[in-house]
């Protein structure tokens, strides 16, 4: 039986090589002020964020940037654009890809057969929930086919 972590594992050792995009961590100082700073990289393949040591689970994608004009027609917009100048206030250069709010996933409760953000155990078979109205794919297919999107 393949494991997933034995899966993560091939993938990254697929993807060595290829570029990685941003992690990024809120902060806020006396001195510095609120900002978004590196904490490291990874490897983007969709729902999943892969470092050599870690498989994190993405949550809010952004692109570091400057907010530009000041006049929104949406709240939502002027918060994206303020977000975005965040990562370039805490070091990220203009058009990196940041992902913030990112999530460990615990591999081994997988291996386990339990659950863990969007990985689980689905019949002992290692899966992953692509989409929050989706069902379960088999993780194997699913690195596969992302690897190969990344390999372009």
Same mark, same amino acid.
Do not use: C, N
């Given at each position: 039986? *393949? ?5 993560? *594992? ?10 990685? /995009? =941003? ?29 050599? *040591? ?13 907010? =530009?004009?000041?006049? &929104? ?8 654009? /303020? ?10 250069? /203009? ?36 989409? *929050?109205? =989706? ?6 297919? &699913? ?10």
């Amino acid at each position: 039986m *393949t494991t997933a972590s034995a899966l993560l *594992t091939e993938a990254v050792q697929a993807l060595t090589g290829l570029p990685k /995009e =941003g992690l990024g961590e809120d902060r806020d100082s006396r001195w510095r002020g609120r900002r978004i700073v590196r904490v490291g990289e990874a490897w983007h393949l969709g729902v999943l964020l892969l470092t050599e *040591t870690h498989a994190l689970a993405t949550a809010e994608v952004l692109r570091a940037a400057d907010p =530009g004009r000041r006049g &929104y027609t949406a709240e939502s917009a002027r918060e994206r654009a /303020e977000r975005r100048a965040l990562a370039l206030r805490g070091g990220f250069a /203009e058009g990196d890809v940041v992902h913030i709010g990112w999530s460990v996933i615990d591999v081994d409760a997988v291996d386990a057969g339990g659950a863990s953000g969007p990985l689980a155990s689905v019949d002992g078979v290692p899966s992953v929930r692509w989409s *929050t109205a =989706g069902g379960w794919m088999p993780l194997e297919a &699913y690195l596969r086919e992302r690897v190969e999107l990344l390999r372009g």
